[in-house]
């Protein structure tokens, strides 16, 4: 039976995920010095993993986190379906207390499993699980990439994830994420099953 070997990560630092600012689909930033190391790391250490494909959103430092595997030639995609939530009004400004708050609530809420409530102004995960299946299924679709790997964002992976794994989307919290983490992932051709979770043993190197 072919196996279809998935590696997720999350992009590498940005300032702003070190100043606590907000990112979103609608902020398109760069890796700073930290987030380009730990590019470098995860590369260095998955270099000889004969990928098929590149898939990564369509945000800056999505490209960048993988831009040694592109220089490689493998073969790269960028899908929207692939962008971190919407987080609307507040991307792009620092966490307040008050909008601590609301993050907690709309957070508790959407763990309650109202994942249909967009955040204000932005989407909801039900949003962003819709725009990725079309990702996924296009994934499924191509059996002769039998090993891809995605670079993509923190919220967006958790929602990924869930639907993957056929979690509710309520339970999105479940899959933990840092920058530059991985997620190892094989399909059968009717489930997938987790390999590696959330592992950074490719950055025990790096200062953070």
Known sequence: ???????????????????????????????????????????????????????????KRSIQSVQGFLDLGIPHEQHAGLNEINWGTREGSRITPEEDAYYHRLLQTWCEGETSLCIEGGESPDLVAARQKVFVDLMLSRPEEDTVLICMHGRAMRILLSQLLRYPLRCMDQFEHQNLCLYQLDYTGSMFTVKKYCDVAHLQDLTV
């Open 1 to 59: 039976m072919s196996i279809k070997k998935i590696y997720i990560i999350r992009h590498g630092q940005t300032d702003f995920n070190l100043q606590g600012i907000v990112q979103g689909s609608g902020v398109d930033s760069s890796l700073n010095e930290l987030g380009r190391s730990q590019a470098a790391a995860f590369y260095e250490k998955y270099r000889d993993i004969p990928f098929s494909k590149v898939y990564t959103s369509t945000l």
